[in-house]
């Protein structure tokens, strides 16, 4: 089996976890690793063995070895660099969020589509055991969802990264986090996104952006989504969801998930491994070896990318 050779672009906190992810892949190696300091850049592939580092896309997509690139980079390049690698011949992943507008996203979905190029996006929620095992009762009909009721909380007032370093770019509450939910939502349910309404708190006087809202969202099927979310919540941090069906009640927490009686519910059964991050890897990297769409694929994300837009229009409006 020939080894897929992979470029990375953006060596922070989830550059990071992607390149732990892939060393517990077999048949994979990444061979490029692209981040803005270079120095910073030459520590992180020294400690993962990788050859060649650069601060610049355009060397690693210039080399012929490379088969596919995982882009970790901030949200504003993703789209721009997705085309740069599907132009030059190469697969790729895109982190949350594909784009920060629907035209970019729109673009992406018709280059992939010129192209026949893999081309897929970290939607990590479809890969998380504990939504999976939720997604394996719902597609066999023993659960129907009713209502999700989502959390997804931070305390972020400035601007730094998961690991607690500054970022040299501004995240978003609505394209970045509240597509997760989006995305989560259609997926479960099986249906496509019918009303969507946004109402968002005070703009930060400084990051420009927005640190509270609220997202309600109707679905083909009659289900229901709330979803809050904050960059000014002080603890507990993370996303929650509670699965309302009509067959009992359930909430993931990432990777674990309880009933509503708080009883723990063993998911470590469901996929070969319960780092999200490493399945949605193994996802693309067998997508490539098997020639076929990929869960998660930048055509199956499109329509949450739709009503981002449109709540993003309700917003500004």
């Known amino acids: 089996m020939k080894n897929i050779k992979v470029a990375l672009a953006g060596a922070g906190a989830f550059g990071i976890k992607h390149l732990e992810a892939t060393q517990k ?32 896309l355009a060397d690693s997509l210039a080399l012929k070895e490379v088969d596919a690139v995982i882009l970790c980079t901030p949200t504003q390049m993703h789209a721009a660099q997705a ?9 790729v992943q895109v982190e949350i969020p594909l784009a920060d507008s629907l035209a970019d996203a729109e673009a992406v979905a018709a280059l992939q589509h010129k192209t026949g190029r893999i081309a897929m996006c970290g939607h990590t929620r479809r890969f998380n055991p504990s939504h999976q095992w939720l997604h394996k009762k719902l597609a066999a009909g023993e659960l129907a969802i009713q209502q999700m009721d989502v959390q997804t909380y931070f305390f972020r007032r400035s601007n730094m990264n998961a690991l607690g370093q500054p970022r040299s770019w501004t995240d978003h509450l609505l394209w970045h986090h509240a597509a997760h939910t989006v995305d989560l939502f259609a997926w479960q349910t099986g249906g496509e996104i ?44 993370g996303t929650f969801f509670r699965y309302i069906c009509d067959n009992g009640t359930y909430i993931a927490r990432y990777d674990d998930l309880v009933n509503s009686k708080e009883e723990k519910i063993d998911v470590s059964q469901v996929d070969v491994s319960m780092n999200g991050i490493e399945l949605q890897d193994r996802e693309f990297f067998a997508a490539i070896r098997e020639g076929r769409e990929p869960n998660a694929s930048v055509a199956q994300v499109l329509p949450c990318y739709r009503t981002l837009h449109q709540l993003e229009q309700q917003l500004k409006a």
Request: charged letters at 15%; one cysteine or more.
């Open 194 to 237: 019918v009303a969507a309404n946004a109402i968002q708190g005070p703009i930060h006087p400084t990051l420009g952006i927005a640190m509270d809202m609220s997202i309600q969202l109707k679905c083909s099927t009659g289900a229901i989504c709330t979803l809050s979310l904050s960059f000014n919540n002080d603890g507990p941090l």
């Open 25 to 56: 892949i077999d048949g994979v190696e990444v061979v490029s690793l692209v981040s803005r300091e270079l120095d910073k850049t030459k520590e992180v592939a020294a400690k993962f063995g990788i050859a060649h580092v650069t601060t610049d």
């Open 83 to 91: 085309i740069a690698c599907m132009m030059a011949g190469k697969h």
